[in-house]
């Protein structure tokens, strides 16, 4: 029997619209999970005292939403492609929910809520809650990454908003961003008008990049290139949430420890090392650049959500974000590794993918001709989902390549998506190839 | 005995600046609060095994913070305005720590976190946390201020992010935005250029208003004000934060739900009822309007934190939201009497104020000639705070005037931070008078 709040008789609203609205609250909230069947609408009219008609018009509405799926004979079942375990989603640079530690982060959640409760619920700073804040200086002085005397840091929500201020506070309008292609859409978006790839491009005020597990290519920057990076004389962004995700190899220092200029913005955040539905991340770089962007913070929302922040501290103050990470990091660098070994085996002949060794996305290139976007709809028929080429193009259009994420998916899924996807790569190659083979050349004259 | 991390003898950072950024966090943190005494740099230098003359120095450095005072004779003694119980501040429109219900929100919290963890955990939406998000709307629908078929909602982090986002994707460049005066420097700067108070000024776009108990004056619009905005062509931006803390008096309806043309923005949030702390508000209007206030926010900050959407969801949903928002009105109607009777008793002749019936703010004119912003140079040494007339301005300087929140303070708290300012509400208006006498008159030749 599902369990709905009760139906007002007195309400302006009719009574049909209040139980469609119960119903999809309950799908959408995943009370109700992808395949459920509701109850037939005799039973549900019966449990509820309502006319059978009334409760066919709530479903009728659900189906209108695609909510519901009504098959004559067999009743009406959910469906909520979120929920359904069926699809195998490639498309998303997230962590795995499977890795989440509940135990311990009820445990330090309970700590935060009876020690600093009142501090937390309050109006807070601009600039952060202040002992994340100290205890993230305090991490990034040990780490060589921040001088007391001319450094400052500022608590962001995540590094979307990162981009967002530095944006609004520092690139004046006209002024060009250089970044690179393919590019991650946040990016893109972030600085719309000033974004470009064109390293000659007029008046341009700063530089962006992501020198560890680059989104979405999984690319890493050797330490020359950083080297060379750390000593040019514009504003540097330095996007550095992956870093932390190495699953082989050696770590590299991040640009900003390399320059002398002090002029790199070190953007980093918790949501690809724990949480991304906690929004919490933080920018560090000189003092009067954090300055214009903590003005900019508080008039964009005064200041980020306190309780995660708070939380988050405790999570990386009792060790458990580190004890949490080494599961991470062991659990990435097997998805990783059968990443790798079944592209090897299903990918086309003229197929390349990158070799990242951390990180959460690679980037694949079908032989010339494919094009990823209209494969992705054959792709979505047999449940996998990812994220073409064109989705991170800025102006090549990137038609043979995707982008594959696997970091969120288990060794099972990643194996089973990707044998899904092969003989799509097959078809792909063998339509592309066909309109590759050369035309009679015509005469010159 | 303090506790403070290990000081690391094999730092590149100097032990005595390793001391004090640990004892900096500490009192920035609340842990070591006003007036506390440090310890003797003997017993410091002899617990930690450090030389005494480097606990010296990172006193030192404190004291040039401004954090310790050091006293001959008697020692060292943290000094934290933040922290301090003797200053009264009517300078922040924001609740009252008192009145926080901690063992209810602890409640709440543990239900959210043993039930929906992963999910909260998780990548989110940028229209907001569904269960929240549903919840918010069924209750519109409730009130009337929602209709399925042609409006939507978007949560936002508080209702300062519902400024920005409207800025961003809905006024074009160029385009006015008009509003009243004394403005709230919230909404002055999420407009920056774009806002006015002249309503014949060229390309208005939108209108900004906030009906009940306005920030900073606490005025409320009469019925026939809000029936005559809810004709008005223009959308209008109705900010109403406030109306829930009505103390006094009969509720009036919000324009939205006046209007027919569906051009109205109804921005909310849960900050000034509950807990600012948490960041957590919704605007509700027309779908396609939301969509693109909905794309904004994706590339401002992916999403709103889910953490707290779920437990402010549970919070509401549990009535324990109702139940607080009953002793905040009881409270706050004993705080705004206390106000007003005190300042009856303590204004000078000539002076002026508003009588909200609600809300946190009231609008104090003193005498014409008197400087509220001089005068608060005198306030701060008598230990009492609050926002001049200027604060709030765009093109009037009001420096007669001054904002007194009263909500955040108690009853003998606003007894006794006016009765301090009596004598300098008097000095003031003495000045003032003495400049008023008239000069005798210039022959007119």
């Not at 002029?263 to 214009?292: C, D, E, M």
């Not at 900019?296 to 939380?311: E, M, P, Y």
């Amino acid at each position: 029997m599902i369990q709905l709040p009760p139906i007002d008789g007195q309400s302006d609203i009719p009574v049909y619209r209040q139980l469609y609205a119960a119903l999809k609250s309950s799908i959408l909230a995943g009370d109700l999970q992808h395949g459920d069947r509701l109850p037939p609408t005799r039973d549900l009219a019966q449990q509820l005292n309502l006319n059978r008609a009334t409760v066919s018009a709530a479903y009728a509405l659900l189906e209108e939403d695609g909510l519901v799926n009504g098959q004559v004979g067999r009743g009406s079942f959910v469906q909520n492609k979120a929920t359904e375990d069926g699809e195998i989603s490639f498309a998303t640079s997230r962590p795995s929910t499977d890795l989440f530690p509940v135990n311990e982060f009820q445990a330090t959640a309970q700590e935060v809520l009876s020690r600093d409760l009142l501090k937390i619920l309050q109006l807070g700073s601009p600039h952060g809650y202040a002992p994340l804040r100290n205890f993230l200086i305090e991490e990034a002085i040990a780490e060589g990454v921040f001088h007391p005397d001319r450094d400052d840091l500022l608590i962001t929500s995540g590094c979307q908003q990162a981009l967002d201020l530095i944006q609004k506070a520092l690139i004046p309008a006209g002024a060009a961003v250089l970044t690179s292609e393919p590019i991650y859409p946040g990016l893109r978006n972030a600085f719309s008008q000033s974004v470009t790839v064109d390293p000659s491009a007029p008046r341009i005020e700063a530089r962006i990049v992501t020198p560890s597990f680059h989104n979405p290519t999984g690319e890493t920057m050797t330490l020359a290139e950083r080297s060379q990076l750390a000593a040019s004389p514009e504003l540097l962004i330095e996007v550095d949430i992956y870093s932390r995700l190495r699953y082989t190899g050696d770590a590299l220092p991040t640009i900003r420890s390399l320059s002398t200029s002090n002029q790199t913005l070190l953007l980093r955040s918790f949501s690809k090392i724990a949480f991304p539905g906690l929004r919490v991340g933080w920018v560090i770089g000189a003092k009067p650049l954090i300055q214009k962007l903590a003005l900019a913070k508080q008039w964009t929302d005064l200041h980020s959500d306190q309780l995660s922040q708070a939380i988050m501290l405790e999570f990386a103050r009792s060790g458990r974000l580190q004890q949490h990470l080494g599961n991470v990091l062991e659990a990435g660098r097997i998805r990783l590794q059968t990443t790798i070994k079944t592209l090897e085996q299903v990918l086309p002949q003229g197929s390349t993918f990158t070799r990242p060794e951390g990180g959460m996305n690679l980037w694949v290139t079908l032989p010339r001709g494919c094009d990823t976007a209209s494969m992705l709809e054959k792709a979505r028929r047999v449940d996998v989902n990812y994220l073409p080429g064109r989705y991170f193009s800025l102006s090549a259009p990137m038609n043979e390549s995707f982008r594959l994420s696997f970091a969120g998916l288990s060794p099972q899924q990643i194996t089973e998506g990707l044998r899904r996807l092969a003989p799509l790569f097959e078809e792909e190659a063998r339509i592309a190839s066909r309109y590759q083979e050369p035309l009679p050349a015509m005469a010159m004259v």
